[in-house]
Each structure stands twice: as structure tokens, then as C-alpha cells.
């Protein structure tokens, strides 16, 4: 009898901006880390509440506005981790 082949699961997670559910590979996640310190994880494995992204600049500009990334990490994000963001945004749209 042949087996089934499994399909690995895709884990997926919400925009904060357009609110689509997309493979987290494809999204940025902001971290607010155990000691209150706000971050980009770019790599997605380190502890702490993470929001995700799009990597849209319409999908950033939308969170910013509506404050939706304070709202999910339930904390105020200084004003460096958005301009980190949009650098990184930036630096995806080159590439």
C-alpha cells in the first residue's frame, strides 16, 4: 500500500496593516522582547509578543496611522523601530 505523502504545514499570521493572513516568511515581525525593548526580528525565532507586517509600504503607512502595532504589542513603539521599518521596507522594494 502506498502511504500518503504529508504536505508540511505553512504556518501563516495577520498583517497588522491589511489584516490578510500570509506565510510569516513573507511578513516582518516587530518584537517587544521580555524586557520591554521594541525590535525588528528579521529572523522570527525570538521570545517575546511579535506583530507581523506586510512588506508593503501601504500596509506600514495603514499600521502607523491606526496604530495598530501599539495596539497588538500593547505598548508605545519608539520612533526609531519605524524608521528602522521603513528602511527595511525600502531596502526589500531594491531588491
Do not use: N, W
Request: charged share 35%.
Amino acid at each position: 500500500m502506498a502511504q500518503a505523502v504529508k504536505q508540511k504545514k505553512i504556518p501563516t499570521r495577520r498583517c497588522v496593516g491589511c489584516g490578510e493572513h500570509l506565510p510569516k516568511s513573507s511578513l516582518i515581525r516587530v518584537l517587544r522582547t521580555p524586557e520591554g525593548e521594541i525590535v525588528l526580528d528579521l529572523v522570527g525565532k525570538r521570545s517575546g509578543r511579535g506583530a507581523y507586517l506586510c512588506k508593503s509600504v501601504a500596509c506600514f503607512k495603514k499600521a502607523v496611522k491606526s496604530k495598530r502595532l501599539e495596539s497588538s504589542l500593547e505598548c508605545k513603539i519608539p520612533d526609531e523601530v519605524y524608521i528602522k521599518l521603513e528602511e527595511e521596507l525600502a531596502v526589500g522594494k531594491e531588491s
